[in-house]
T-cell receptor, first 116, second 112 residues
Framework: GENVEQHPSTLSVQEGDSAVIKCTYS??????FPWYKQELGKRPQLIID?????GEKKDQRIAVTLNKTAKHFSLHITETQPEDSAVYFC???????????????FGQGTILTVHP | GAVVSQHPSRVICKSGTSVKIECRSL??????MFWYRQFPKQSLMLMAT?????????EQGVEKDKFLINHASLTLSTLTVTSAHPEDSSFYIC????????FGPGTRLTVT
C-alpha cells in the first residue's frame, strides 16, 4: 500500500520567517495530496490540497508544490505568525474521482512552532 | 468547504460496554464516509470506509466485529465500538467530502 514520509518532525521558526515541510510518497498512482493543520484536541483542518495534474497551488501565505517524477510534495508557509503554530499533516490518496479521494494515507506530522 | 459533524464529542464508558459514534454530513450527501483513529501524539490511521447501503470496507488489522459501521442514509454513518477495552481509548474522527476531504470534530473515547 501507500507509504507517506514527512519531514521534519519538528520545526521552529521566528515570526515572519518561512516554513517548509516536505513529504514523499511511494505509490505513483496517488493523485490527491491534501495538507491539514491540527491544533491540540481539535479536528484536522484542510488548508490546501493539490491534484497530480497541477504542479503548484497557492492560497495567500500558503503554497504547495508537487513533483510527480520524484514523488514528493511540499508545503510552504510564508510570513509565519504565532497562530500558525500547530501540527501539520500531509496525506496522499489514489482516488478515481469523487469521494474515493477520501482514503487517505497520512504522514507522521510536523510540529510547527512560530516564536513571536 | 463541506461541513461534517460528529457526536458525541467526548464519551467515557466502562470496559465491556459498547459506544456509538455518529458522523453526519450537514450540507451535502455522502455516499462514502471514512473513519480514522488517532492515538495521542500520533498520526491519523484509516480504520474503514463506510459505504451507503452496503457493507463497510475495513483496513488490514481492524476487527470488523469490534468496530461496527452502519451507513444507513446519505448523511449519516455510525461507528459502534463493541465490548470496549481501555486500549480502544482514542480519538475517533470521520471524514467526508466531494472534491476535497473534510473532517468531523472528532470523538474522544475513554474506556475505564
Amino acid at each position: 500500500g501507500e507509504n507517506v514520509e514527512q519531514h521534519p518532525s519538528t520545526l521552529s521558526v521566528q515570526e515572519g520567517d518561512s516554513a517548509v515541510i516536505k513529504c514523499t510518497y511511494s505509490d505513483s498512482a496517488s493523485n490527491y495530496f491534501p495538507w491539514y493543520k491540527q491544533e491540540l484536541g481539535k479536528r484536522p483542518q484542510l488548508i490546501i490540497d493539490i491534484r497530480s495534474n497541477v504542479g503548484e497551488k497557492k492560497d495567500q501565505r500558503i503554497a504547495v508544490t508537487l513533483n510527480k517524477t520524484a514523488k514528493h510534495f511540499s508545503l510552504h508557509i510564508t510570513e509565519t505568525q504565532p497562530e500558525d503554530s500547530a501540527v501539520y499533516f500531509c496525506a496522499a490518496s489514489m482516488g478515481a474521482g469523487g469521494t474515493s479521494y477520501g482514503k487517505l494515507t497520512f504522514g507522521q506530522g510536523t510540529i510547527l512552532t512560530v516564536h513571536p | 468547504g463541506a461541513v461534517v459533524s460528529q457526536h458525541p464529542s467526548r464519551v467515557i464508558c466502562k470496559s465491556g460496554t459498547s459506544v456509538k459514534i455518529e458522523c453526519r454530513s450537514l450540507d451535502f450527501q455522502a455516499t462514502t464516509m471514512f473513519w480514522y483513529r488517532q492515538f495521542p501524539k500520533q498520526s491519523l490511521m484509516l480504520m474503514a470506509t463506510s459505504n451507503e447501503g452496503s457493507k463497510a470496507t475495513y483496513e488490514q488489522g481492524v476487527e470488523k466485529d469490534k468496530f461496527l459501521i452502519n451507513h444507513a442514509s446519505l448523511t449519516l454513518s455510525t461507528l459502534t465500538v463493541t465490548s470496549a477495552h481501555p486500549e480502544d481509548s482514542s480519538f475517533y474522527i470521520c471524514s467526508a467530502g466531494r472534491d476535497s476531504m473534510y473532517f468531523g470534530p472528532g470523538t474522544r473515547l475513554t474506556v475505564t
